[in-house]
């Protein structure tokens, strides 16, 4: 065994039992015990999961599951298995082996019942560029099937303060404008699980604050789960309250951000990741016991 397929082992060995802690710490933080919760009731449910393409492992054999109203993180470099991952959750990708359940509907066969309650948001898929950004919001809130389409995307428009926006051609907008426009079609139907892809890509610092802020107004108002795909370790740092971390598709790390940088001995999570994605991992720290 080579040092880097050990250290792998290791760590997805670690992040199994880490995974247990969490349960419990999202399951007391929410007010809940674990064993109350069936699995149709939580937002992802995630078995066994692998994605090879030929030769190549995207994602191998990964474990996870996303409980009601928490926002978790899922990192990992180039490569990593982050897309991978988010497409078979949305149930775009089928996998090799092993299941996702969103709210209890298998992705890979009953995907339609459950998708007026999922919706997901990246930088990296654009919404058609002929039609205006108004047509867009009204052919996707068709889509899922949203009630009095026209109320809710005003409401939506001005939430987001896309309003001068919305009589403009969409391939015309700049990339921090098709950004915005792309959150607002992923909130048209008030997801219970909303899927982010950097969120806040090509937007200016401020306007990246102010948006950070509204997702986490909508979470706790709507009690929704939200699986955030960044580079941006101070986002994650500010929004969840749980990491994933992907290393060569499979998860190495699964943690709340506070715990890693102490287990790390850093004092960022920019800096955990740097050790993680460069293969500097540090001795974990003792276990702490339970209070």
């Not at 090799?96 to 948001?121: C, L, P, Y």
């Amino acid at each position: 065994m080579n040092s880097i397929t050990g250290t792998l082992s290791h760590n997805s060995v670690k992040a199994g039992k880490q995974r247990k802690g969490m349960d419990k710490i999202i399951g007391d933080t929410a007010g809940i015990g674990r064993a109350s919760l069936s699995e149709a009731s939580l937002p992802v449910v995630v078995r066994d999961l692998s994605k090879r393409y030929g030769a190549v492992t995207a994602v191998d054999r990964i474990d996870f599951s996303l409980y009601p109203a928490s926002t978790v993180a899922l990192l990992g470099g180039n490569g990593a298995g982050k897309t991978t991952t988010i497409a078979m959750l949305l149930g775009l990708v089928m996998p090799t082996s092993g299941e996702v359940k969103v709210f209890g509907a298998d992705m890979s066969t009953n995907r339609g019942a459950v998708a007026h309650r999922i919706n997901f948001q990246s930088p990296y898929v654009d919404l058609p560029m002929r039609l205006t950004v108004r047509q867009n919001l009204t052919v996707y809130a068709g889509l899922y099937g949203v009630a009095n389409a026209t109320e809710r995307i005003a409401y939506i428009a001005e939430d987001l303060q896309i309003e001068p926006l919305l009589d403009r051609p969409t391939g015309k907008l700049s990339a921090g404008q098709k950004t915005r426009v792309g959150l607002a079609k992923a909130l048209l139907n008030a997801p219970e699980l909303l899927l982010l892809d950097e969120p806040t890509a090509s937007l200016d610092p401020d306007t990246a604050d102010w948006i950070r802020g509204k997702l986490r107004t909508y979470a706790q108002e709507r009690g929704a789960t939200l699986l955030i795909a960044s580079h941006n370790m101070a986002e994650v740092e500010r929004l969840a309250d749980r990491v994933i971390l992907l290393n060569a598709g499979r998860i190495i790390e699964d943690e709340t951000p506070s715990r890693l940088i102490e287990t790390y001995g850093q004092e960022t999570l920019e800096d955990v990741f740097l050790d993680v994605v460069r293969g500097r991992v540090k001795q974990a720290a003792p276990e702490r016991k339970a209070s």
